[in-house]
């Protein structure tokens, strides 16, 4: 269209200048002794834009001309870049078809600008973590940190520390990303899995706390590490008492009655002779949920009022008059009590209801108190069975 334009343009002008030359009656005369030229006005106007129109065109041709090493450098760039790219992309190509080797090949010699060497060697690595290649990948490191990718680089060497469960070392490369990206989430995770690894479970809290606030972890996810945190500092500060429960009173309400929380501080309570605070905590988190194990727990506190604990287990066997677990818990508080009428009935009504080798070692003790040595052989022979049964 711009060229019909163009030649419609052409043609108006050769008409006008055809039409002015017919009628207009002007001449031009060029004198220079001892010649004399005379030529029509249009005839002269015509040979003046001649005369512009091929000055301009030998000076472009000169300026071309001159100009031709430049044309032909930036020619060869840009087939150069465009080789580079084509490069770049089928490395990019070879990774994500898990072709590794060819990718570990192709990003690893691949030479460019420093942004891309930088992702370029780093995926360069995580191909050759992949083929096992592990001096490649360690050259491959070091060079994307050289340009620019060192925050990719130590994450990844982070990864790689973590999957080979040297948690130590993926430390270090996490607090040298860190002087990077010290709020990075993917980085904060990693953290969080190093330090569980190394059971700094201070700092895995921390981290919860952390990616809580970011909504980096699915809430489901967040709690069961969250128990699991609690349940391990609980665990290490067993052998202090005073520590321990100034820790406890720390915990969230909603915790201290989950039961795999409520298991580790009854156990660490009793560890450091806190058999009172012990059975708080158990009837707390049984109040909650019934839990057997927990139940099984209650049987092994002494405190300082056995009557109020067997009491409370009564209660809860009102409401739960079938659990075997809660009646070998009774069994075992009567026995402490030296009630042994009441707790050989409560073992053999765990024993009728679900037999266990527990119950059968306990009504084997008992029957050894009472001076019955063939009974007793008889349970603990019982026992052995359903032991090898398991």
């Not at 060819?102 to 060697?121: F, Y």
């Not at 019955?372 to 022979?381: I, L, N, T």
Request: with cysteine; proline share 3%.
């Amino acid at each position: 269209m711009r060229w019909l334009i163009s030649l419609i343009i052409v043609a108006v002008l050769a008409i006008a200048l055809a039409m002015a030359g017919r009628y207009d009656p002007g001449y031009v005369v060029l004198v220079y002794p001892p010649w004399r030229v005379e030529i029509s006005f249009i005839g002269f106007v015509l040979m003046l834009v001649g005369l512009v129109v091929g000055g301009i065109v030998l000076l472009r041709l000169a300026m071309l001309t001159l100009n031709l090493p430049g044309i032909v450098r930036e020619q060869r760039t840009r087939r150069a870049a465009r080789k580079r790219d084509e490069s770049f992309v089928g490395g990019l190509k070879a990774y994500t078809e898990y072709r590794y080797q060819d990718a570990e090949q192709s990003l690893g010699q691949w030479r460019g600008d420093d942004t891309r060497v930088g992702v370029a060697r780093v995926l360069a690595a995580r191909a050759a973590q992949e083929i096992r290649a592990v001096p490649q990948r360690e050259r491959h490191l070091q060079e994307a940190a050289e340009h620019g990718a060192e925050l990719a680089a130590q994450l990844f060497e982070a990864e790689a520390r973590l999957d080979a469960k040297d948690a130590t070392a993926a430390l270090v490369a996490i607090n040298r990303a860190k002087e990077i990206a010290p709020q990075h989430t993917a980085l904060l995770r990693l953290e969080l899995k190093a330090r569980q690894m190394t059971g700094q479970w201070d700092e895995v809290d921390k981290l919860l706390d952390a990616l809580m606030r970011g909504n980096a972890l699915e809430p489901g996810v967040a709690t069961q590490m969250r128990r699991m945190a609690y349940a391990e500092n609980i665990r290490r500060r067993a052998e202090d008492g005073h520590g321990l429960l100034e820790y406890w009173k720390t915990i969230p309400a909603d915790f201290k009655v989950d039961p795999w929380v409520a298991r580790a501080a009854a156990r660490a309570f009793i560890q450091c002779a806190g058999h009172d605070t012990a059975l708080d905590v158990l009837e707390a988190a049984l109040k909650r949920e019934w839990h057997e194990d927990l139940a099984a727990l209650y049987g092994e506190v002494r405190g300082s009022n056995s009557t109020r604990q067997i009491e409370q287990a009564e209660k809860w066997l009102h409401v739960h008059p079938r659990d075997a677990q809660l009646l070998l818990t009774l069994a075992q508080l009567c026995s402490v009590q030296e009630l042994w009428g009441k707790a050989q009935s409560y073992l053999e009504a765990s024993l009728a209801i679900a037999p266990s080798a527990e119950g059968h070692i306990r009504m084997a003790e008992l029957k050894t108190q009472s001076g019955q040595p063939g009974e007793a052989c008889k349970h603990y022979q019982k026992a052995l069975s359903l032991c090898r049964a398991q």
